[in-house]
Every structure is written in C-alpha cells, then in structure tokens.
C-alpha cells in the first residue's frame, strides 16, 4: 500500500513538471510575475494578473463586535486599531542550553555593534538598533524592531539576518514571543522546577 502511494505522487511530480507547472507554494516577487505571459490576465497570470497584493490590515466584522464590547473608551478607539496593525518585533533567545551560547552572543553583539556605529536611516525613519531584553538572563533574549523594507535598503542588516537565520536553523537560537520567554516565578533558581505559562490553542 504504502510503495503504491509513493508511486502515484511520483507520477504526479513528473507530469507536473513535464507541464512545466509552477510552484505554487513559492511566492513570486510582482515584477517577477508580471515578466511571465499571461500576467495581463492571460493564463499564466489569471484574472488579475497573478500578481501578490500586500495584506490590506482591515475587517469591519472584528472592528464592530469589540466596539460592542466597550472595551475602552470611544477616543481610544482608533489609536488602539492603530496599534494592532504595527507588525510585531522579532524576538529571539539563545539557547542557554548549548555548548556555544557565550560566543553567539558575543558574535550578536559585534555584529549590532558594527552595523549601527552610526545611526541608520531609511527614507527619513530612524532604523532601531536591536538590543537585548534587561530582563533576561545573561544577555541571552533579544528583541528586533526592523522592517522588510529597511532589510531591502541596507545590506548590513540582511548580513545580520543572515547571522540569525543561520543559527536558528541549526537550533542555537529559538523564535519566541517576549511574553513566552517569562517564566511564573521570576524568583526561580538551578535545581528548581518551574511551570510554562506559554499560551497553547
């Protein structure tokens, strides 16, 4: 059963790529799509082109129950809205765990050190220089407030990206919310059992 299986989606692969169908699950850049035939509504581009459109961050169902709720004031409203669209920062720990968690920090913080020696802008907008989170141990936890379009700008923050990418594909360093990074008994200590308050669905 299991050798059937396999055989059959290996006969779909190679049709699929005898047609020369593209990968849906890679997203395409606009300019690389409207290059293609069909981009003008042909088949390749679809109705409209096939052209990927920035997330329009509105929806006027979530807007109305919460303003229901009374949840805060009606002169709050619209700054509260504004908030909920900033995108969130990217925060990290390095694994303390790991044989090397010293040097990748040191290694982090000589490459925010040299790429923001002076201050950066793009576009007027001062570029935040990532630091590390006061309250956790040992310098380990960092919080990174950067933008797609100052990464594009600058090519010393890609370089920096570069660095943490990497070492979170081999596992020295995880992707975590601020929040799940905080323990319930901040006053924990080596050899004590402490329970995570990380949200789960």
Sequence with gaps: ?????????????????????????VRQRRDER???????????????????????????????????????????????????????????????????????????ERHVAESFSQPLEVEGERVEPPRVLPWYPDRLGWHLNISRQQLRTLPTLNRLFDFIKRENEIGAIT?????????????SSPGRATPSQCARQ
């Design 1 to 25: 059963m299991t050798g059937k299986r396999a055989g059959r989606g290996s006969r779909y692969m190679r049709r699929d790529f005898k047609k020369n169908r593209p990968n849906e699950w």
């Design 34 to 108: 409207a290059a293609q035939p069909g981009a003008d509504g042909g088949e390749a581009g679809g109705a409209s082109g096939g052209a990927w459109k920035a997330f329009v961050l509105e929806n006027e169902a979530f807007e109305s129950y919460y303003k229901k709720q009374r949840l805060l004031p009606e002169s709050e409203w619209d700054a509260f809205v504004a908030s909920m669209r900033q995108p969130l920062p990217t925060t990290f720990r390095i694994n303390a765990n790991g044989p090397f968690a010293t040097h990748i920090r040191d290694e982090m």
């Design 175 to 187: 992707r975590q919310e601020a929040v799940s990074m905080c323990v319930s008994d901040p006053s």
